[in-house]
């Protein structure tokens, strides 16, 4: 059995500044309120999750992350304004695409 | 800059059996009549055009190509009636899509 598939992201000068798995990382760090918890729930290690923020933070040239260091919760991460502001951004340019794919799929492979 | 990208492919358990990339290959395979004139004009090696169509006709369970050996044009390759169908219903299947991904874009990141 055949089935479509299809990933979406978003480039800077070459970089992916954005996609379905960072958008999932910063989801789950917005939900959180931690990097670590975060790549815990991704089934990344820390320094990948952390890695991918940075490379992203630096081709965007601006900030997706405040963190807090230490106090009585062990520190924190929130998004920033333009971080959230990214991420519903590319939350609603994939919205429904998964749906769009199937059908395109369901139309053009009809034996399947 | 931000610009938006994207991938389509099709899969069966789990393989790649077309793609944008393989597409391209089974087209230019078509338009030359040859694996070796088409992996030239991808610039990939003969190996790994070949391995990639083996792949796929192992995936799919039947053949893509009907190749001839020797003979005074040294031998040369042909689209399948299936191969031929699987090409079209992809490129039918994808037409239009970044036109679809462009459009959301621009709808999303105004600001780009």
Redesign the interface.
């Given at each position: 059995?055949?089935?479509?598939?299809?990933?979406?992201?978003?480039?800077?000068d070459g970089e992916v500044?954005i996609s379905f798995w960072r958008a999932r990382l910063l989801r789950a760090i917005d939900r959180t309120g931690s990097i670590t918890a975060a790549a815990a729930e991704m089934n990344v290690p820390y320094r990948r999750a952390w890695e991918r923020l940075h490379e992203m933070e630096s081709s965007l040239e601006y900030k997706l992350l405040e963190t807090e260091v230490g106090g009585s919760s062990g520190g924190g991460a929130h998004l920033t304004p333009a971080g959230r502001a990214l991420l519903e951004?590319?939350e609603?340019?994939a919205e429904g695409?998964d749906k769009?794919?199937e059908a395109?799929?369901t139309?053009?492979?009809p034996d399947e």
């Amino acid at each position: 059995m055949l089935r479509a598939r299809f990933n979406l992201w978003i480039e800077k000068d070459g970089e992916v500044v954005i996609s379905f798995w960072r958008a999932r990382l910063l989801r789950a760090i917005d939900r959180t309120g931690s990097i670590t918890a975060a790549a815990a729930e991704m089934n990344v290690p820390y320094r990948r999750a952390w890695e991918r923020l940075h490379e992203m933070e630096s081709s965007l040239e601006y900030k997706l992350l405040e963190t807090e260091v230490g106090g009585s919760s062990g520190g924190g991460a929130h998004l920033t304004p333009a971080g959230r502001a990214l991420l519903e951004h590319f939350e609603a340019f994939a919205e429904g695409f998964d749906k769009q794919v199937e059908a395109r799929f369901t139309q053009n492979f009809p034996d399947e």
